[in-house]
């Protein structure tokens, strides 16, 4: 399937006139509906479930880190210390409207189970990771000879918890191949800000230094 | 030869802690034989009193008060000097003007549960058949009894819906029973190193404890108070034991290492050469002073039988179906007889049911006891989850 069939770019994306929010994060946040029950796989120190609690969304969080869950606790967000690999398992089918995982699926052991774990407890799903297609890290392999790492991805090759690094177009391919339907897709430029819509995907490829996707379920038996 | 007095008899007359029992340095809700506790072991238990202390005030509306449950050696007298030991109320450094449970704001009961000997109605205080105290005629109480009797004290107080359920260990497996069993009247929740159950390592422990008190020629079947003894030996040993459980290798190193006991040598006799012994047996001594032999067999029974989800066909998911209640579960990473492995159970068990739950595990190398101590990370959770809860809940002045 041709990757411009499959995503209808967003647009309007609300830029962040208070400066207290990551671009990436209203990004996300524009995709909920208000009233909608969250879950944010790997939510870190809870920025984002705060934003969402902000919009009247009910927002749950799932964190590694223990001191991640705990700031998150003290803010007053209900988030669990868990791991996205073997904890999404226990929750039940529909469990929620929107299921985020921000800028964690490179992370995971099996990427492609916790996306299909994502879209089983979740309606939708929002995912966003750092594009490896970007080309300053293809730049940086090609002409330099090393591991590419970035202003957003600092860590070097042997202390990185990223394990399992995609491209944009790599993304696309597994949403394809597991039934995923792609409602939504936006990337971003190294400062967050959103590719002009008209652009084709090799492009977004190229130059999105993170991919933003609004997911659902494909249809059955497909 | 050094002569060993392992645990000195109580200085404390028994007189003093049996008048504590019937007639307590606290506010008493008394229950007739028309309102009768109904028991798990199918005894109506009438007439009965529960033993209370309150701090703050109660709101206009009644939306402001937050029940705490005490754990198996506590009692009611949370922020105030106890009346037996004189010493400050176990939770002062949670509950008080500007604390995690501030009085300021919220309205704080306690109460001594049943089966205790703080003058809530247990195997210590009189029967009123015999003129007598009950001893081991007193029926087999369980936690759900304990919340049950909760439930009554509640009612009594006019309180509907509290706006929130605390405690630690067995505090904890109220705050559990509470919600599995009463959702509608728990706002909030905040079960701190508990579990949906006692394990088989606890029961171990607790048996060895029963045994102790039962092996000490002083208990006398359970009818030490008509026989003018109490069965202190056993009865701290019981605590000696229960209390290793209660702190960690790590917490007991860090304490005493080898360190001797006011000498430099080894006196080669069984004294309490060793600094950690010395501790043990001061735990042993003062805590036979203010606590009942026979309570403390049923209060441990109670821990034992504590099983939620073999109460819902054994699917603890069950328990919570629908819930509404907001959860902020906590355990300490060096809490061994509570491990965090049982809390992440119940967080499963509550993301199953799709509870709005934080869970948090605390680290520190404090043990069991961590709940009960200075942990201000502990403390910034709990506020912060009761101001969160306190918004949703429409409570003004929290903060937020």
Redesign the interface.
Known sequence: MALQEQALPLGGVAPDRTGKYRSDHLLVAEMIAPGSKVLDVGCGDGELLQLLESRGIDGRGIELSREGVNRCVARGLAVVQGDADTDLVNYPDDAFDYVILSQTLQATRQPRLVLENLLRIGRRAIVSFPNFGFWKMRLQLLVGGHMPRTENLPATWYDTPNIHFCTIKDFVQLCDEINVRMERAVALDLYGRPLRLSMPWWFWNMFGEQGVFLLSRGKAGK | MTSVHAIPSPSIHREDRAHEADHPTSAVAKFGIEQPLKLDCGVDLAPFQIAYQTYGELNADRSNAILVCHALTGDQHVSNVHPVTGKPGWWETMVGPGRPLDTDLYFIICSNVIGGCMGSTGPASSNPATGKQWGLDFPVITIPDMVRAQTMLIDRLGIETLFCVVGGSMGGMQVLQWTAAYPARVFSALPVACSTRHSAQNIAFHELGRQAVMADPDWRGGRYFDEGSHPHRGLGVARMAAHITYLSDAALHRKFGRRMQDRDLPTFSFDADFQVESYLRYQGSSFVERFDANSYLYLTRAMDYFDIAGDHNGVLAHAFRGIKT?F??VSFTSDWLFPTSES?AL??AL??S?A????????TDRGHDAFLLDVP?FF??A???L???G?ARGLGGTG?
């Open positions: 907001r902020c579960v992440r967080v499963h993301n199953a799709s709005r739950v934080s869970f948090a595990e605390i680290e990370e910034d959770i506020r912060a989850f101001q969160s809860a918004k937020n």
